[in-house]
């Protein structure tokens, strides 16, 4: 039995405090550490990674993952400089986001997954199976491309990342979000708007410009859809003005197998659009990418 005074109860603390501090700037020390990016994890079985667009966050998906939550392992992700990883700065290309997606799960232990990757979290899914092919199990591009900004965009995104400098995210989010939505539906989906117009407005200024140059930069990425081994699901919206859905169906058809959903009366934000039939949309295809044989481990 031991007995402490005071005074050694604080010595022996301060020599407890000196040893964590130790421990944690052990490379091998793992306790303690924490992930590089926010995430949730909910429900059983096959991992299903989603993917957040640009201004978005893990929120995003709150409720159209409930669903899949009895089937597969769901991991919704807050990607770097959004929504609660507002501490990871490693945004300044869609390389960089895919590498800490790739750090995640392997943090997670997660060697294969599907990924439903909205938007700018398609662009981060391309890149991320292009750097590790093995790792994906099939690939959701939800109103996404794998084609790179024209020049007129590309304008476009220096006038837009010019706006925010110049009057931050609040004056850009006002404007930026109801376009997401399908114009004759508005008053329809009133509740769904304002939900992403509060989640968007969380977005740090460095985060918003830095990620549109990086979505400006980002190259061709065809030749990943060409080459994927695993099937491709595109969801796209007729009536989608970020991503035309004439510029979206071109790609439709680049995988040796792909599978596609096309939205009618339906812009840029089908989960909340056309919420039921995407979800068993996602689901179907993540019980199809499950049939496909597996795949060798890397190495």
Known sequence: MLFHSVRNLKADLAWLESEVIKQLLTPNFLLLTMPNLA????????????????CESKE???????PLMDT??????????????????????????????????????????VIVAHSLGGYVG???????????????????????????KKQSRNKTADFIDRNDVPAFIENFVPPLFYR??????????EKTRQITLKTPKETAIAAIKAMRDRPDRTHVLKAASYPVLFIAGKEDEAVPFEKASAQFFLPKHSVVLALNETAHMGMFEQTEETQLMVEYFARLCLLQPPKPAAG
């Open 39 to 54: 995430y949730t994890r909910t429900g059983e079985g096959f991992p299903v990674v989603f993917l957040h667009g640009f």
């Open 60 to 66: 995003i998906w709150q409720e159209f993952t409930i």
């Open 72 to 113: 597969f392992g769901i991991i919704t992700v807050d990607m770097p400089g959004f929504g609660e990883s507002t501490g990871n700065t490693n945004y300044q290309t869609v390389d960089q986001m895919a590498a800490e997606v790739d750090k995640l799960l392997d943090e997670l232990s997660i060697t294969q997954a």
């Open 126 to 152: 391309l890149a991320l199976a292009e750097q590790h092919p093995e790792k994906i199990s099939g690939l959701c591009l939800f109103h996404s491309t794998a084609f790179p900004d024209s020049e007129e």
């Open 184 to 193: 004759d539906r508005h008053d329809e989906l009133r509740g769904a708007i």
